[in-house]
């Protein structure tokens, strides 16, 4: 299988056209089993997609390209990308013009997060997930506490309040609080 996408892609990253360190990223929730459902990445692009690295967002502008591949795996990645980078205000852009086939697209939607899906964001517009450490931006007293929470405190392994995207809980000097997202950056 290596073969046949080193071939299909010319022998480099078929997101980015580095050649460097290429390896094979399996496109969930397909198995590995056809090349068809995998892409030949480079290591930079498979550590951001598969989460050891965090998305950089200047690297992804190369799917400006790589979204008119005519191979569907690389559609799917490119329009993932796209959609979990879509606070930056360019992928919107090319969101728009992406063309998939209805059975891609329903390949590239699955395992998203739903439309109607309650997002959380700090002050600087970043989505925050369960268990990440944010730091206070704001001295913020805390009711039935008797203490204030200092700015600058780290707060570690929040959770977030599922039905409400303006409100995470973590520990604060050993009490569990919610704490406002405005008020905290990761």
């Not at 290591?43 to 690297?59: F, I, R, T, W």
């Not at 939607?109 to 997930?129: F, R, T, Y």
Request: hydrophobic residues 35%; negative net charge; aromatic residues 4%.
């Amino acid at each position: 299988m290596d073969r046949d996408l080193t071939k299909r892609s010319g022998g480099a990253c078929e997101l980015c056209t580095s050649t460097d360190n290429l390896t094979t990223y399996v496109v969930t929730p397909k198995d590995g089993s056809d090349s068809a459902n995998c892409v030949l990445t480079c290591a930079m692009c498979n550590d951001q997609l598969s989460g050891k690295k965090d998305l950089d967002p200047n690297h992804w502008r190369c799917l400006n390209d790589s979204m008119w591949s005519e191979v569907d795996a690389v559609k799917v990645v490119a329009w993932r990308t796209l959609t979990d980078l879509k606070s930056e205000g360019w992928p919107n852009d090319l969101l728009e013009m992406i063309y998939m086939e209805e059975d891609v697209e329903n390949w590239a939607k699955e395992g998203q997060p739903s439309e109607d899906a309650v997002i959380h964001i700090d002050s600087n517009g970043v989505q925050l997930s369960s268990g990440d450490s944010v730091v206070l931006i704001k001295d913020l007293k805390v009711k039935g506490g008797n203490f204030t929470a200092k700015r600058g405190t780290a707060v570690r392994n929040i959770t977030l309040v599922h039905d409400n995207p303006e409100h995470i809980e973590g520990k604060v000097e050993g009490q569990r609080i919610v704490i406002l997202t405005q008020y905290v950056k990761k």
